[in-house]
T-cell receptor, first 115, second 111 residues
Framework: GAVVSQHPSRVICKSGTSVKIECRSLDFQATTMFWYRQFPKQSLMLMATSNEGSKATYEQGVEKDKFLINHASLTLSTLTVTSAHPEDSSFYIC???????????FGPGTRLTVT | QKEVEQNSGPLSVPEGAIASLNCTYSDRGSQSFFWYRQYSGKSPELIMSIYSNGDKEDGRFTAQLNKASQYVSLLIRDSQPSDSATYLCAVNGYNFNKFYFGSGTKLNVKP
């Protein structure tokens, strides 16, 4: 149980375009999902907390107009990187909050490369 | 002061030895404690959770919690090269509304 999927696993896009990443909880309903970014050899960095049916809460320094988050259902959250630039190239990982003690289950991640 | 502190390592142990990973946290009201394993280039995987003082064993893994000392540890017995990864300690705050990760300890198990 507690499986989270992410799609796509890898994407290459041109500078200035937008990319949408989907995160799905496959076998449980997740009222809360999280989006992280991780650069090589660095720690996870929480970007935003997404609650179903409400606006996402962004961490300090994360541009909400650039990283659009939508959590329209209990099993799906999406992250759209708008007007992507090479510095947005990173490993983006979503997680879903579990139902027992607030544990987080991670998706496999999306590696974004902006050329 | 960070919410969750871990030694970044790397911690090197020979194959078959016990690896001991440690973590301290600052919020005394924390309720739940987790260990994640992250292989290079992959996302974190939940391997252990512990909620009350004492030890919790699962196969070769033992999590230990001491709330008075605000200390969590993970022991890996009979370490294998496949255990080489970064281990993240995570703590859930009071009411589960805050979830904090440590920066991780890199473990190298040498054959």
């Amino acid at each position: 149980g507690a499986v989270v999927s992410q799609h796509p696993s890898r994407v290459i896009c041109k500078s200035g375009t937008s990319v949408k990443i989907e995160c799905r909880s496959l076998d449980f309903q997740a009222t809360t999902m999280f989006w992280y970014r991780q650069f090589p050899k660095q720690s996870l960095m929480l970007m935003a907390t997404s609650n179903e049916g409400s606006k996402a809460t962004y961490e300090q320094g994360v541009e909400k107009d650039k990283f659009l988050i939508n959590h329209a259902s209990l099993t799906l959250s999406t992250l759209t990187v708008t007007s992507a630039h090479p510095e947005d190239s990173s490993f983006y990982i979503c997680s879903a909050r579990g139902l027992v003690r607030g544990e987080q289950y991670f998706g496999p991640g999306t590696r974004l490369t902006v050329t | 002061q960070k919410e969750v502190e871990q030694n970044s390592g790397p911690l090197s142990v020979p194959e078959g030895a016990i690896a001991s990973l440690n973590c301290t946290y600052s919020d005394r009201g924390s309720q739940s404690f987790f260990w994640y394993r992250q292989y290079s280039g992959k996302s974190p995987e939940l391997i252990m959770s512990i909620y009350s003082n004492g030890d919790k064993e699962d196969g070769r893994f033992t999590a230990q919690l001491n709330k008075a000392s605000q200390y969590v540890s993970l022991l890996i017995r009979d370490s294998q090269p496949s255990d080489s990864a970064t281990y993240l300690c995570a703590v859930n705050g009071y009411n589960f509304n805050k979830f904090y990760f440590g920066s991780g300890t890199k473990l190298n198990v040498k054959p």
